[in-house]
Structures are given as structure tokens and as C-alpha cells.
């Protein structure tokens, strides 16, 4: 089983900011309002994700490390419209599997919390241990069994890099969520929880303060879709590829023909091809769009592309037609 693990962490675990998304994925669907993040050698040596959610009870505590025990899926027709971020079922199992691991955590309203830890694979006994409600899950020496992969793993900075990458990328989606960051013992970032608007001091904080200036202001509904966020505008001079943020219901993905809809738009408006800084959020009915395209669920497929492609196309067109010089 181990080996079977250790595959399919090979698909979904690449380095040490796939660990961060995973547990912190789990994390939000536990329904956490504060999220700490402590790091190592940037996240080589030890990645913890402390979590104020439902937690886990202690006999659960063996299911969560199995493969394929996922909570979040009651039948096949949850398949359908998966509101959750994990339903897979591996991501705890796999990075067990290539990692000194521990799992802890109390459940809200119970008065006892435990523990499991799985060395490399080797699952332990459950044992009582204090822990307030919520989990805390411990990733130390990821890949120590796998030298094939920790061969591949940068420098302490570049996967650190990753990680506050990802970390900004969810930042701006989760406003209402508080994340507190340390690298190497040393508070590193500190996100407060603004409520549930998508707040600008977020956005500001982000991308800086040149963009929140010339930001454009998008929110548009029809047909079941729902486009909203921040677009900059063509004042708006720096290179940018880097600063272009999709989410569709709440989860950032890259999509084509998404991106060629909004840079379509902004050529109309520019008459030339350079890259737009955005932040935008789409919106519709989960039935109408598949997340299970990869277990790294960068990517989606939606059901009828080219209504969206032309719906985020005239959106931002309009959006953008008042800028034109
Ligand atoms: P998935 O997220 O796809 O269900 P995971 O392997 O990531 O699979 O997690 C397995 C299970 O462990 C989850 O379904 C959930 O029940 C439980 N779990 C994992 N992390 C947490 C957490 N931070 N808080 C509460 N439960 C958790
Ligand atoms: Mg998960």
C-alpha cells in the first residue's frame, strides 16, 4: 500500500507547495477561520498547518490516512457538483507515504484529542494527546524515502517562492480567512481575516499599490454566470503575465479560453497585444463545469465553453469601453 501511495503522490505531490495546498485545501472544507503555516528550509524540513476547523475524532483519525476514505463524497451523484475543494480521498495518504507525518486534532464539541503518526508510510496507534479543536497536521523530510525526488527540489527560497505564490493566489480568494505564515521560526506573512467581501486591501497587498490604483472594477450576472473582480486598466503599464488570477467558483485555475476572452478584450480596447493584470472570479452552477480534469485541478472543462468565452469576452468589454482614450 505504501508503494501505491507513494505513485500517487508522484501525480499529486510534486514539492513542498503541493503539501501546502493540500492541507490547507482540507483545512477550508474543515471550515477553518484561522490557518497558521509554520515552515523549515522552505518547507523541505517541516511544513505544519494548524487549523480552527471541525476537526477530526480520534477514531476517525486512521480513516483520514487511508486511501480513498474521503468524507466528502456520499454517493456517485455528489460527483456532480463537488463544492468541496479535496474529494478524492489521497492527498493524506500520499504525502504520509514520502514524509515523516502526524496528524492531530480535536473535534468541536468533544473533550478528547489524539493522534497518528505514519513514518514513510508506516502507520502508528492512535495515541491521546492535547491539542485544542481543530488539526494540526506535521510534514517533516518530505521525500527522505524518495531521493529520486528530493533530488529535484530548488532551493530553500524558490520553494519557499512556491509556496507564498500559492499562498497569495488563495489570499485573494479567501479574504474571510485569517493565514498567518513563519519560515524558519520567523513570522514571514500575516493575511487578517476582512470578512467575506473581497477586500482591497487584499488586493492591494498582493499585487501592490500601482495596481489597486488603476484596478477596474468588474461585476456582471446573466445567463447563470456570475463574472466579477478587478481588471487593470490599460494605464496600467507593467509587464504583467505574472499578475493574472482566474478563479471558477472559488478555485484558481488556468483556462485558454478563458484567457484568450479577456486578453481579446483588452486588445480591443489597447490595439495591441499586451498582457492585462486581473483578478477575476467566475461564478456558475457546479453541474456545468468538471474540476476532475487532474488531480492537480489547475484545470477545468466547462460544459458549454464558448457561452462563457463570449459572456467573460463582452463582460470585460464593456467593462473596459470606458477607458478607451
Ligand atoms: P479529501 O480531502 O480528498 O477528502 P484527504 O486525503 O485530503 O482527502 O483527506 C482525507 C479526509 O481526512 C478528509 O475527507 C477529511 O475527512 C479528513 N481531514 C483531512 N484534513 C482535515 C482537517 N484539516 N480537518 C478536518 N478533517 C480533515
Ligand atoms: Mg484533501
Known sequence: DTLINQ????EVIERPASVVKELVENALDAGARRIDIDLEEGGVRLIRIRDDGKGIEPDQLPLAVSRHATSKIASLDDL???ATLGF?????PSIASVSRFALTSRRDGSDRAATLEIDGGRVGE??????PQGTTVEVRDLFFNVPARRKFLKAERTELGHIEEWLRQLALARPDVELRVSHNGKPSRRWKGEGDLLSEVRLHEALGEEFARNALRVEHAGAGLRLHGWIAQPA???ASADQQYLYVNGRAVRDRSIAHAIKQ???DVLFHGRQPAYVLFLELDPRRVDVNVHPAKHEVRFRDARLIHDFVYRTLQDALAGTRA
Request: proline residues 4%.
Open 7 to 10: 505513485i500517487a503522490a508522484g
Open 126 to 131: 492512535v495515541m491521546p494527546k492535547s491539542h
Open 265 to 267: 478584450a483588452y486588445a
Open 236 to 238: 496600467y503599464n507593467r
Open 88 to 92: 478524492r480521498g489521497e492527498a493524506l
Open 80 to 82: 456532480e457538483g463537488v
